[in-house]
């Protein structure tokens, strides 16, 4: 019985700190170089002030809080692909997962419009 009371112990000892493990990794996942450039153009957009420095750091945390990075980073490769021209890139304006994509990004973006501006 002692064993039995030590297994269960362990197991939910090592359970509760992967839970805790994982929802911090899924907070922190994107890398800080990511959300430095999401800020630095969401202030060129918005105006570069210390007003728009919090909110636009709020914006790209509300976005994180959402979408997992590697979500977030073939949205924005999507969107890359759109710009350049060509019959090769078609396949990123027309694919419907490349439209989900985008529109879940999007969904993201208008709730941290939402919630930060």
Known sequence: MKRLVSAITVIVITAGGAFAQSVADRLNDYP????????F?????NGQTREMLDRCACSIDEIASILPYAQYLQAETVLSMRRVGGERMSIFKNASIAEHLVADMRRAQAEAEIVCF
């Open 32 to 39: 800080t170089a990511a959300r430095a450039d999401y800020v």
């Open 41 to 45: 153009a969401c202030m060129v957009t």
